[in-house]
């Protein structure tokens, strides 16, 4: 079992940052691929950001591509999303998700609240 607690979310004005953080509970955490999904209220949620185990090769939905970078510290056990150029429609709960290459993403966070206001 391996749980997720995100943390950095809050409100931000647009055009500003934040960086989210989301720490897992499991020292081989490097060896899991994560993602960051967002879901707005009456939206389904969406994928937003992904990275492979081991620091590998990145992904990322069209909406935040060029302006959100996904990285982890596997020191740290986390996996950051850094989000630049806030816009309204990017406001969401972000929830961040893992699993073992090839199990998909098994395990979910709580989710952290980002209020964008225009």
């Known amino acids: 079992q391996v749980q997720l607690v995100e943390s950095g979310g809050g409100l931000v004005q647009a055009g500003g940052s934040l960086r989210l953080s989301c720490a897992a509970s499991?020292?081989?955490?490097?060896?899991?691929?994560v993602g960051w999904f967002r879901q707005a209220p009456g939206k389904q949620r969406e994928f937003v950001a992904g990275i492979r185990s081991n620091g590998g090769s990145t992904s990322y939905a069209d909406p935040v591509r060029g302006r959100f970078t996904i990285s982890r510290d596997n020191a740290k056990n986390t996996v950051y999303l850094q989000m630049n150029s806030l816009k309204p429609e990017d406001m969401a709960v972000y929830y961040c998700?893992?699993?073992?290459?090839?199990?998909?993403?098994?395990?979910w966070g709580q989710g952290t609240q980002v209020t964008v206001s225009s």
């Open positions: 499991v020292r081989t955490f490097s060896n899991y691929v």
């Open positions: 998700a893992t699993g073992l290459p090839g199990e998909g993403y098994k395990y």
